[in-house]
């Protein structure tokens, strides 16, 4: 009996000892039975499980009203308790309590005030607390039926999700049609079970079919395992596969460690592996051979490899490509929407090897719906076609996939999230441009300002001389140059006046604020001022030394001062405006270090820019034309400045919160502001789908390593061929 393309035909293949026991073979139900919405086609009649699965949820329908009704009048007697309580029982009492009176309704009964306001406080708190202590009570007790009840309620609304998001659901909704991939895998199981086929062969799909039935079983026997769908591609050969195992169930089905542990320990769990590909060939053997030793009753792995081969025993479903004739009857099947497909079948050999399953078919529909379209290859016709009848600059869209597919692809999944991760995992895919703007001109650009912010602000303060003391003062910056690759120049002036402005606003603003604060110290009285100064010169000494005897040292300074002049509040504004100042361009220093070192193959941070004492010049120069004068006697203003900007050497560690603000604005080339609004023009136009995902692994790798500029010069030249009547349907 032979067996027709597009048909999964099952192979039974214990291994016993590293041979073949036998191998049998059989033809499965037809490839591609076409419907409309939900329906099944003129003809066709619904499989089995899926008449069964109707009849389930008829019969479920009453248990869950009836756990709906129970939860809603729980909710209605938490309302009218909390109510009761909040709006009238309590506001009496507080009344009564402050020396006022009880209305006159109350009457006798004024005295059951008190008693009443325990009582429905406690009946409050109960109802709000009875939901989450079952819960925890119930998953305590890992044999009590809600568990199961729950744990099957959750994997059903997975899989509904997983289906109605996926690439197949976006096609019925643009033609109104859809190829379902058949048959069903089967549901006994005696050994594990192995999905094979190529990617896009439409393996997940089945996956996900047979977890419904499963499903459907498990509802109608008590003792039957609850089967879980798992990504494997998450999972790693450090970490112990059960913990991770458990760690997913957690995080997918809210099924709790100690639950999980036992239903695997009593071999109540049916595990459905799906991505086996996406685990490093490195880590596959080992991957299998964890799956084996937990002797799951029902297992099943989705692979398009080899390297099943290495379990002990297994069946296999190998799921075969598409023929021309199938892919003729689909298009057929969707006319009139598909029919320049027809033709473009005819004139291009290559797009006919292309569509060999059923993930190339749905994008090359979804590419085709228009049928006019120059065919690219199937993967490039799908983009550009769908950025085509999209709103923006088609680059600026493309340029975002990218870097979320790449994203996406470093982290095994296939998630295209509005939120940067930690920038380790998406700082090398940033382009040198951008780099050099930043450590080449915008982060100079703040140094500069945040000096010449300084010296103006103790120019005008303390005098011209601890201005320009400050300014020598900056050539201490131990980090603050980095050897960033030359690119065009003329692109960077807008960012170093940026970060200049930037700079300047935030130590200009610090500077005055620590000056005022400063001041408040110097009006308390005289022994809390002297008590202040060695104490903070100390702190800040062996902060930045680590050496006891010399910040003892450094603290004698300040405190001789204080004793020879007084606790002046020169002294006190130039110890204040050093320490805020000096922290916060130590911090910004440390966090510009730590994205640099961040980077790859790119030399150490060298020490701050030679050029600093004249930026601080400026600053003492502007505080000059505003008025400052010389001060010849200013010693004590000069200690408390000198002894505050000690701190900044030390406040240049790697601040992981300031390292991973400062490296976001590396992202906006790739990632504009407006995150949202991309992420969702590509849920329109079909390029993402199911909560931000994209179709399949092969999209995302294929977007991760295409080109945005020449495929944004394709789309704008295809939008210029579209009609502007507005014919044409868009994606």
Known sequence: MSKAPGMPVLRSSPRLGGT???????????????????????????????KRRYRRFDLRKGHMDHRRLVRT??????????????????????NAATGGSAPRVLGPYATW????????????????????????????????????????????RYVRDRRDGSLAEQVRLKLGVVPRVGPSLPTRLRAPLVVHGEPGAGKTSLLLDLADALLGRARADADRPVPVVVDLGSWRRADDFAEWLLRAL??????????????????????????????????RADCLAWITALKLPQVVVCCSTDDYERLPRYDVVQVEPLRRNDVQDLIASCAPRLDGLHEA?????????????????????LAYRAGRAEYRGILDTYLVESAARGPGRAERTLRALRFLARISRRRV???????????????????????????????????????????????????????????????????????APAVARARGIRWAAAGFVLGAVVVGGVALLADRLGGLVALSPVWLAHAVLPVVAYLVALGATRDRYWAVACALAPTAVSVWTGASADLLAGLAIGLASGAVVGVFTGGLTGVWESLRDLPAAGRGPRWSPVAGLVGVGLAAVLGAGVRWQAVDALTGLVVGLAVT?????????????????????????????????????????????????????????????????TVERRRDGLSPTGSDPTA
């Not at 329906?39 to 089995?48: D, E, H, I, W």
């Not at 797009?351 to 078919?361: G, I, Q, S």
């Not at 945040?450 to 003391?469: N, P, S, W």
């Not at 560690?653 to 604005?665: C, D, F, M, Q």
């Open 345 to 365: 079948l005819a004139k291009n050999p290559d797009l006919v090897e292309e569509v060999r399953t059923p993930l190339a078919f749905g994008l090359l529909a």
């Open 73 to 94: 009048s729980r909710l209605i007697a938490l309302i009218g308790a909390g109510g009761v309580t909040c709006l009238v029982v309590l506001p009496i009492a507080i």
């Open 113 to 156: 005030l008190w008693p009443s306001l325990v009582l429905s406080t406690a009946v409050t708190a109960a109802l709000a607390a009875w939901e989450p202590l079952s819960a925890l009570l119930v998953q305590r007790r890992p044999a009590h039926p809600a568990n199961r009840t729950a744990a099957l309620d959750r994997v059903e």
């Open 649 to 713: 050497p030390r406040c240049t560690r790697s601040y992981e919160p300031v390292a991973e603000l400062i490296a976001k604005p590396l992202a906006l080339d790739e990632f504009p502001l407006r995150r949202k609004a991309v992420i969702q023009s590509a849920r329109d136009r079909v390029l993402l789908v199911d909560d931000n995902r994209f179709p399949h692994a092969v999209v995302r790798d294929h977007v991760a390593g295409c080109d945005p500029v020449e495929l944004g010069a």
């Open 413 to 483: 999944d296939l998630v295209a999230r509005h939120r940067l991760p930690r920038r380790e995992v998406w700082l090398d895919f940033v382009g040198p441009a951008v780099v050099w703007r930043l450590f080449r001109r915008a982060g100079p650009g703040a140094l500069a300002g945040a000096v010449t912010a300084l010296c103006l602000v103790v120019g005008l303060r303390l005098g011209l001389t601890a201005a320009g003391v400050a300014a020598v003062a900056s050539i201490g910056l131990t980090r603050g140059r980095f050897a």
């Open 20 to 50: 073949i026991a036998g191998t049998t073979q059989y033809r499965c139900p037809p490839f591609g039975a076409i419907t409309s919405g939900d329906r099944p086609a003129t003809g066709t009649s619904l499989p089995p499980g899926r």
């Open 250 to 283: 957690a995080r997918r089905y809210r099924i709790g460690a100690r639950l999980g542990r036992t239903w695997l320990r009593d071999r109540r769990l049916a595990v459905l592996f799906d991505g086996l590909d996406d685990v490093p060939a490195a880590d």
